[in-house]
């Protein structure tokens, strides 16, 4: 039986920002089949109200809206699905996405939703919606099979042309990972599995004479399998202008001489690896069943570092079970030492359905109850520390990360005088002295931050009243194009 109308499916999500893409959501319309013509794909961010969301989906008047549910979105899209409720109960809503997917049952989400599918739906919202449009008895809860990477049409013909000028290009070549890291959902996984190769290069040759010269690859381990990062970093050394741009998530104890050898050839500001080390100390990798050889991490960020001209972004967990003040200021600093461009530095977070939570009891782990879950004390960090090293992780963003304080910032890491604290210490000190004085880890524009940052290298003697010419200081205020006379030239 034929539905009496054509039907409106909108698949829909609300990015964090314009510039990302809704990756998922593609693959989602790229494999519609026969619904394909009757299917939109719409995308919001999270700083649009609920209300004129709703209204624009509504407008296409859809008999089903699927909806991506994730971390940074899951607050606003309840409010979404619940104005949907209120004011168009006929519409079918059915629910996926990481943040939905575990840990469900007691969710107000799921209780309004009409169908919620469980893990990867690239094949299985397509069944879904044809079942609903052809009057098929459905159950609202549908657990998807793990589909065959063979039998999923890529989307990257989706991606439209004001997408490649405007937004992230994201990509994949393989799915899963074969590691177990217990705050992460790929713990989850059995293993990674690649997508086939020729249809990965075919797809990006096409994006590429389209004009997309940036590509974000979303593979939690791209450096796995030698032979596939192999052929994909030729693939773009033979295509290589000054508009390329790469960024590859890389496993830290695994780069052999093949790889080695392709990354030195790549000119700068086209390679960019996120490199996730979370911590250094070996008690807690094993606790949370993370297996990595330190001394192989730590020779291959070296040679990234000395030996390519990639840029290397770096992460570290704050918080993970069992792990101290003291054990986080090591693997700061070992990381420090090692001159990442970036060390992005965050707190645990429990996402739904990992297996962190069975050391709760053990390790006394309080998380917020609402997104983003961020731990909030522990047996060996309590609250106050952990707001502290909260606040030290923004404001290491504001003024390492930022790349506005280039020279000024080794005066902080390393100090410009002997000093008996070490550069963690150093930093969390004036993380402390920042918060003092502002109360505010937000909404500090440029031109005060540089004011701050005068005062605090005054009052430990770093810096003069009035910075010399060649101060790093003034050489970064210079380089930050801001208008008018620094803070320090200014009336008081």
């Known amino acids: 039986m034929s539905p009496a109308a054509p039907p409106t499916i909108i698949l829909t999500t609300l990015n964090a920002r314009y510039s990302h893409t809704a990756f998922g959501l593609r693959y989602l319309l790229a494999n519609m089949g026969e619904l394909t013509p009757h299917t939109r794909l719409l995308?919001?961010?999270?700083?649009?109200?609920?209300?004129?969301?709703?209204?624009?989906?509504?407008?296409?008047?859809?008999?089903?809206?699927?909806?991506?549910?994730?971390?940074?979105?899951?607050?606003?899209?309840?409010?979404?699905?619940?104005?949907?409720?209120?004011?168009?109960?006929?519409t079918t809503v059915v629910l996926g996405g990481p943040e939905i997917s575990y840990e469900f049952k007691q969710s107000s989400l799921f209780a309004q939703c009409d169908h919620l599918i469980c893990g990867m739906a690239d094949l299985a919202f397509a069944r879904l919606c044809d079942d609903l449009l052809h009057g098929r008895s459905v159950s609202k809860l549908i657990n998807a099979d793990v589909p065959p990477l063979d039998a999923i049409q890529l989307p990257y013909h989706l991606y439209s042309d004001r997408d490649i000028t405007q937004r992230v290009i994201y990509v994949e070549a393989s799915r899963g990972c074969p590691f177990h890291c217990e705050f992460c959902l790929s713990a989850l996984d059995r293993t990674a599995w690649p997508f086939p190769l020729a249809a990965i290069t075919s797809a990006l040759d096409k994006l590429w004479q389209r004009g997309a010269r940036r590509f974000k690859f979303v593979d939690r381990t791209f450096n796995l399998n030698v032979a596939t990062t192999a052929a994909l970093l030729n693939f773009?050394?033979?295509?290589?202008?000054?508009?390329?741009?790469?960024?590859?998530?890389?496993?830290?104890?695994?780069?052999?001489?093949?790889?080695?050898?392709?990354?030195?050839?790549?000119?700068?500001e086209v390679?960019?690896?996120?490199?996730?080390?979370?911590?250094?100390?070996?008690?807690?990798?094993?606790?949370?069943?993370?297996?990595?050889?330190?001394?192989?991490?730590?020779?291959?960020?070296?040679?990234?570092?000395?030996?390519?001209?990639?840029?290397?972004?770096?992460?570290?967990?704050?918080?993970?079970?069992?792990e101290?003040?003291?054990?986080?200021?090591?693997?700061?600093?070992q990381l420090l030492a090692l001159q990442p461009q970036v060390i992005q530095v965050g707190l645990?977070?429990?996402?739904?359905?990992?297996?962190?939570?069975?050391?709760?009891?053990?390790?006394q782990m309080q998380y917020q109850t609402t997104p983003p879950y961020r731990l909030l004390a522990s047996r060996t960090l309590d609250f106050f520390t952990l707001q502290r090293l909260s606040r030290f992780a923004r404001y290491r963003d504001l003024i390492a990360n930022s790349g506005h304080f280039f020279y000024t910032l080794p005066l902080r890491d390393y100090g410009s005088q002997p000093a008996p604290a070490s550069p963690f210490q150093r930093f969390l000190a004036l993380a402390d002295w920042l918060y003092q004085e502002t109360a505010q880890?937000?909404?500090?524009?440029?031109?005060?931050?540089?004011?701050?940052?005068?005062?605090?290298?005054?009052?430990?003697?770093?810096?003069?009243?009035?910075?010399?010419?060649?101060?790093?200081?003034?050489?970064?205020?210079?380089?930050?194009?801001?208008?008018?006379?620094?803070?320090?030239?200014?009336?008081?």
């Open 43 to 90: 995308e919001f961010t999270i700083h649009q109200p609920p209300e004129e969301i709703v209204e624009s989906l509504l407008q296409q008047q859809p008999t089903v809206i699927g909806l991506g549910v994730y971390i940074w979105n899951r607050l606003q899209i309840e409010a979404i699905v619940t104005l949907l409720k209120q004011v168009a109960p006929q």
């Open 236 to 268: 773009f050394l033979a295509r290589l202008d000054s508009d390329t741009r790469l960024h590859f998530e890389l496993i830290p104890d695994h780069l052999p001489v093949a790889l080695r050898e392709l990354i030195s050839r790549f000119p700068e």
């Open 271 to 322: 390679l960019k690896f996120e490199i996730g080390i979370q911590s250094f100390n070996p008690e807690v990798q094993a606790r949370i069943s993370r297996r990595q050889d330190h001394h192989k991490s730590v020779a291959n960020l070296r040679w990234l570092r000395q030996q390519s001209h990639a840029h290397l972004h770096a992460d570290l967990i704050i918080g993970l079970p069992g």
């Open 324 to 333: 101290t003040l003291d054990s986080i200021a090591s693997s700061f600093n």
């Open 348 to 363: 645990l977070k429990r996402l739904r359905g990992t297996p962190l939570s069975r050391h709760d009891s053990e390790w």
């Open 441 to 492: 880890t937000h909404q500090i524009n440029l031109k005060r931050l540089f004011g701050l940052l005068h005062q605090y290298l005054v009052s430990i003697n770093e810096c003069h009243e009035t910075p010399a010419p060649d101060h790093p200081l003034q050489q970064d205020y210079r380089l930050s194009k801001l208008n008018g006379a620094p803070p320090w030239q200014s009336d008081r």
